[in-house]
């Protein structure tokens, strides 16, 4: 693959356009894939032996993502971003450490929100020795042939899962980049980070301690994520909001009239929601803070005010009203 990379970039699949021959045809195999939102790239990943050939920000291994796309503000930090994993990850004596390369350190309240989420990750890797090797599909498949291809093709979520979701311009990015995880079932939740073997041990949500910790449990099936979408739907006048998955939340908002910015108000106000819940969830895991349901909903009202005024010029939004509804 050497030959078709270049130092100005970070293709996850080199390609070089002048070149024809069998590589040329496996990129272009990529495009038509990319029509059933399959991506060649994402379907391979890395297993780590002695982290030699695995680039630790570009490549997939730790997660179902690139650690580029997952930690984007620690990625502009760095400044070795075609790194390996042994270049990183150091062992002495049986320890772990990370070697940072920061361009300046992680400071910003995002930077050091990643950073968290990113020890808690490693925390749990080990090198297995050996070469590092390349796997098909992930966890399950792990060798290609017409039939994991199949897998990987029908496995692609419904398509009301990516169809219902549209970026919402009154939301910030890291907003909308939530969502559209959460959405595709790609956040880190306990039952992903077992099904992924990075966590052990039981599933269970923190909150309620009846249930496995699932996107759709953390919000829309668990009991906060119900108080939360009650209090919600009584506040902007919405009666579906007893919904079981979080697919749900979208179809709702999809039949709010469209009139006066209406459906785009409840769009962000379901964002900011859920970008809430889930600094809830990593604030009672990480931080061990309880959760309070009358703090979410502040954080809810707040946010959602804040965010929507600095961004819908259209509207003319005051923050004695807003305050004053009760949720
Ligand atoms: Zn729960």
Not at 51 to 78: A, V
Request: with cysteine; net charge positive; aromatic share 12%.
């Amino acid at each position: 693959m050497s030959i078709h990379h270049t130092p100005r970039s970070w293709p996850i699949i080199s390609h070089n356009k002048r070149l024809n021959g069998t590589w040329d045809k496996i990129v272009k195999i990529d495009k038509a894939l990319a029509t059933y939102q399959v991506s060649l790239a994402d379907s391979i990943k890395g297993q780590v032996g002695n982290g030699s050939k695995i680039r630790f920000w570009l490549d997939i291994w730790l997660t179902e993502d690139r650690l580029k796309d997952q930690f984007p503000t620690l990625f502009t930090l760095e400044t070795a971003k075609s790194c390996v994993v042994a270049d990183q990850c150091i062992v002495t004596n049986g320890n772990y450490s990370i070697k940072w390369n920061w361009r300046k350190q992680p400071r910003s309240g995002e930077a050091v929100n990643e950073l968290m989420e990113f020890l808690d990750l490693l925390y749990y890797f080990r090198f297995k020795g050996g070469e590092d090797k390349w796997v098909w599909g992930g966890e399950a498949l792990d060798s290609f042939s017409v039939a994991t291809m199949k897998k990987v093709l029908y496995r692609v979520d419904p398509p009301c899962s990516k169809s219902i979701l549209e970026w919402n311009s009154w939301m910030p990015m890291k907003v909308n980049a939530i969502v559209w995880r959460a959405i595709q079932n790609r956040l880190p939740t306990y039952d992903n980070l077992i099904k992924r073997k990075i966590l052990f041990g039981p599933d269970i949500c923190c909150n309620c301690l009846a249930a496995s910790e699932s996107v759709d449990h953390i919000f829309a099936s668990c009991y906060v994520a119900s108080v939360v979408w009650q209090r919600i739907g009584r506040w902007c006048n919405i009666q579906t909001f007893h919904i079981k998955y979080i697919q749900g939340l979208f179809v709702a908002v999809k039949q709010v009239p469209e009139m006066e910015h209406k459906r785009k108000m409840v769009y962000s106000i379901v964002m900011a929601a859920i970008w809430c819940l889930w600094e809830t969830q990593n604030k009672f895991i990480f931080e061990n803070k309880p959760v309070k349901i009358d703090k979410v909903l502040g954080d809810i009202k707040y946010l959602s005010f804040l965010w929507i005024k600095n961004r819908a010029n259209c509207l003319n939004l005051d923050w004695n009203r807003w305050k004053s509804i009760v949720l």
